[in-house]
């Protein structure tokens, strides 16, 4: 007997052990689809990039847990006037270097995102502003071309940069050693593997909860819920709603949730290809079975949407009417535009779900179109999805969120003539989204938008299919509440206690 009480002492001692290790270990491994694309908070914005950058960086406002925007570099703002706002900048806050963080930095950062010399993909949701000025060491003047309502959800967005250290090495070297004044920096960036960030520890905002933070690129999702089950990783995103209930049963992980502002949506080009005949776009919106996608393949984690928009966003109207699923009228379409047995391309990467690529593949050969699936890494993908019309396949799936809560975030780039996004023009549409960022009427920016869509639907450059709730496996220690627009902060993460 008093052998087996210590057996089963040891065993005990050993299993304390193990988790008071577990919620004290100093690193936090994250498991991505893919390698950033870039660390340049001012170029690329998609989400393995952000999720990365952002723990580097500090933006001018954030949001808290219930989306309300809220001060982070930023202290405060008054508005001058319709196109003129000011903001008073935080005096205890240094960049990862050890200097000091000033109006300087702040006024540099929206200079630059706004300079078309950058080329930066976020332009359209910066260009209505036209200059920044430094008043003095903690304050800064920021100037609209015209009223512009949704500045601040857009500036939630925005990370601040070092002007003399981004001047020093150039925009090349920038992206490929990044330097801000966040909560994390960058120690190794091993493209196409991982990303190794260390926790800076004069943190304006406190120590950060973590000393090591690895950001993985594993491209398989097996790979990633093996990892998670076997304690290689802590956190993964993405999870495939099929396999929700198997880290929802494991104890050693939990299912982590939450309904998003991002929409999962069918780009398809009117510039070039078969696509061009609007025949053939409003056949493939008929031909897709949004709610079987919902039900079948999302296992109801998720909600079909009619238009390119959801309910947090603002300008997003339900009673704009999206295409009933009806593959007899597709074919018909197809038939009348001479598009029959016509091939269109389907960008993709390992970013989407291959499932869900090969079913809307599957829905549109059922009705007399051939498609052929095209993927490549998500850093390839973005280049010809944002390149010139003819390279930029007939479809391409994407999850689109501005983390701003707007459509102005939304229909603008994705739709709006000149932006890179865009394979599409239509004047009155331009018109309307262009009325629809210059004025704080509410009301008015409402019905402008939903003129919008309703153009939207009748040219169908693009099909609205579900609103994403987000699925992420966390270790079952970890302590973490998902955020509507998925922003992935280590500061808000923590082993529980």
């Not at 909860?209 to 304690?231: H, Y």
Request: some cysteine; charged content about 25%; glycine content about 6%.
């Amino acid at each position: 007997m008093r052998s087996r009480l210590a057996s089963v002492a040891a065993v005990v001692m050993a299993l304390l052990t193990t988790t008071a290790m577990a919620q004290t270990k100093d690193t936090l491994t994250i498991d991505l689809q893919n390698d950033a694309a870039t660390l340049d908070p001012h170029l690329q914005w998609n989400t393995d990039s952000y999720t990365v950058y952002r723990n580097i960086f500090d933006n001018l406002l954030t949001r808290d847990a219930s989306g309300k925007i809220v001060p982070q570099i930023a202290t405060e703002w008054t508005y001058d006037n319709d196109t003129t706002i000011t903001f008073k900048i935080r005096d205890d806050v240094t960049f990862q270097d050890g200097s000091k963080l000033t109006a300087d930095d702040v006024a540099f950062s929206i200079n630059r995102i706004i300079d078309p010399e950058l080329k930066s993909p976020q332009l359209s949701q910066f260009n209505q502003i036209q200059t920044a000025e430094v008043v003095d060491p903690t304050t800064v003047k920021v100037t609209t071309k015209s009223a512009y309502p949704a500045l601040l959800a857009q500036l939630v967005k925005l990370s601040i940069v070092p002007k003399a250290y981004v001047e020093k090495v150039g925009d090349q070297e920038f992206n490929l050693n990044p330097m801000g004044s966040g909560p994390y920096k960058l120690v190794e960036w091993k493209k196409g593997i991982e990303t190794d960030l260390e926790a800076f520890p004069e943190y304006w905002r406190g120590e950060p909860p973590f000393q090591k933070v690895v950001f993985r690129a594993v491209p398989d999702v097996s790979t990633r819920i093996a990892d998670l089950k076997t304690g290689k990783a802590d956190l993964i995103r993405d999870v495939p709603p099929d396999q929700a209930a198997s880290i929802e049963s494991d104890s050693n992980t939990q299912l982590l949730t939450g309904e998003t502002e991002r929409v999962g949506y069918l780009y398809i080009n009117a510039e070039a290809g078969p696509t061009k005949d609007v025949r053939v776009r409003q056949a493939i919106a008929y031909a897709i079975d949004k709610q079987g996608i919902v039900d079948a393949l999302l296992e109801g984690y998720g909600r079909a949407v009619n238009v390119v928009g959801a309910e947090p966003i603002f300008g997003y109207d339900p009673d704009v009417e999206g295409y009933d699923y009806d593959p007899e009228k597709a074919a018909e379409l197809i038939k009348e535009a001479g598009a029959e047995g016509a091939t269109l391309e389907f960008l993709t990467s390992p970013s989407y779900p291959r499932a869900l690529v090969e079913a809307i593949q599957q829905m549109l050969s059922d009705v007399g179109l051939k498609v052929d699936i095209s993927s490549s890494d998500q850093a390839t993908f973005l280049k010809r999805r944002q390149g010139d019309a003819e390279n930029a396949g007939s479809l391409a799936f994407g999850a689109w969120s501005c983390a701003c809560q707007d459509a102005d975030g939304i229909i603008y780039p994705l739709f709006r003539s000149g932006s890179i996004w865009a394979k599409y023009k239509n004047e009155k549409f331009d018109a309307l989204v262009d009325e629809a960022r210059t004025i704080l009427d509410e009301n008015k920016r409402k019905e402008l938008y939903k003129q919008a869509y309703e153009i939207l639907r009748e040219d169908v450059p693009g099909i609205g299919l579900y609103q994403v709730f987000a699925l992420y496996g966390a270790a079952k220690n970890l302590e973490w509440t998902p955020s509507a627009n998925e922003s992935m902060f280590v500061m808000d993460m923590s082993w529980k206690q």
